[in-house]
């Protein structure tokens, strides 16, 4: 399980339990950050991985389908908040890798996982060149604000398939191969033309009040695709986020604020009623100065082996601290696993709320 890795300019070579890559950790060419290259002892490269591209936002829903989409149909699929994955077969082994190219030891256990309940080993015994993105949800290390809906333990959803070409599969086709090896996919609205806005507006409507972070929508063919997120997913965002702010990047909140303000006019919802809730978002997220110890959030993940966790662990460290507060050994889903209770910490806004609090003067 063991991973090792050196910096060379701005790829890095690693291994993984003996997989060779190189990881792209800027753009390089046509090579995205996040792209792996998995290479053998001699560093020649045997297979390449692409990086998942950027998806594009609308602010102004109208407008925006009509640009982007003319009169062509899109499907609508519900945007599924966890974190990005690319799923591979490679010498006779299913290898999960994170958004920036790493191999995630976490999640390359839980595909071994899922792999016994459903069709995932024939799905790469017949389409051994695919690879699946998949948004992994639930009890998970990267990401805290956790669905209560979904059961303990990780979640996966297919929300692509990019085939032996490099190039993705068109949704139609991915949600057929989905069925037919019953792969987990997040849920499929239908398909809208941008004449239909008010079906789309009523769509948006219903996934604010129920919550959901909104949704992703894909041409036909697979493009454009674009992403669109509601208020309420922002909200909850905004008050979550406020107590390691000086972690984020610069423009998280202006940018919230922005598309909430956007959004409640373009679908007509209760201003007076969002004028609370924003200014109660901002209070509540920072009423845990009044007794401040650090900045931190705490989660739960299961796993098989304490290896897997430590790994895990150790790829996470960096400019947040991961700390293991925890473990008590579970049944999962009549599976012995070892529930690990951690706390992420982030340094630079517990320092700099530190100061603060202790009245330290600062420069604007
Ligand atoms: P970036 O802006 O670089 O794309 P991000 O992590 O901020 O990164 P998000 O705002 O979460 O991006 O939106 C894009 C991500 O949404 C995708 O990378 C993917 O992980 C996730 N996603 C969830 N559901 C879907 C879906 N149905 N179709 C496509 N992507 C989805
Ligand atoms: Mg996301």
């Known amino acids: 399980m063991a991973e090792r ?4 300019h701005d790829t890095q070579v690693r291994e993984f339990a003996g997989l060779r890559y190189v990881r792209y950790a800027v753009d390089r060419g046509p090579r995205g950050r996040g792209t792996l290259c998995l290479v053998d002892n001699a560093d020649r490269e ?5 990086a998942f591209p950027h998806i594009n936002r609308v602010y102004c829903l109208a407008p925006g389908l009509r640009k982007l989409f003319g009169d ?3 499907f609508a699929e519900e945007k599924m908040d966890g974190y990005n994955t690319r799923v591979f077969w490679h010498d006779g082994r299913l290898i999960a890798a994170t958004r920036g190219g790493f191999v995630c030891p ?6 071994g996982l899922w792999k016994e309940r459903c069709g995932l080993g024939q799905f790469f015994a ?8 998949c948004e992994i ?5 990267y990401h805290c604000q956790r669905d209560p809906r979904l059961p303990p333990g990780a979640h996966w959803f297919v929300f692509d398939i990019i085939g032996p070409g490099g190039l993705f599969l068109p949704p139609a086709d991915r949600h057929r191969l989905a069925d037919r090896y019953g792969l987990p996919a997040p849920p499929v609205f239908g398909q809208f033309t941008a004449g239909q806005i008010e079906q789309v507006y009523e769509l948006l409507r219903d996934l604010n009040e129920r919550h959901r972070e909104g949704v992703v929508l894909k041409g036909t063919h697979g493009h454009p695709v674009l992403k669109f997120v509601t208020p309420n997913s922002d909200l909850t965002d905004l008050r979550h986020a406020l107590l390691h702010q000086f972690d984020l990047q610069v423009g ?7 598309r909430m303000t956007l959004f409640i006019d373009e679908l007509g919802l209760d201003q007076q009623d969002y004028a609370r809730r924003i200014g109660e978002a901002y209070l509540d997220g920072f009423r845990p100065l009044q007794s401040y110890h650090e900045s931190s959030e705490v989660g739960d993940v299961y796993v098989r082996s304490p290896e897997t966790w430590e790994a895990t662990r150790a790829m996470m460290t960096g400019q947040v601290i991961v700390l293991t ?3 008590e050994p579970v049944e999962l889903d009549g599976r012995p696993m070892l529930k690990i209770h951690f706390r992420r910490v982030f340094r630079k806004s517990t320092g700099r709320y530190r100061t603060i609090l202790k009245g330290f003067p600062h420069t604007d």
Not at 5 to 8: D, R, S
Not at 252 to 258: H, V
């Open 5 to 8: 890795g050196h910096a060379k």
């Open 46 to 50: 045997i297979r390449v991985i692409p």
């Open 72 to 74: 062509e149909p899109f």
């Open 106 to 111: 976490f999640t390359t256990e839980w595909i």
């Open 126 to 133: 017949d389409h051994a060149d695919c690879i699946l993105c």
């Open 137 to 141: 949800c639930g009890d998970v290390p």
């Open 252 to 258: 998280f909140f202006r940018n919230r604020l922005l």
């Open 325 to 327: 507060d925890s473990v």
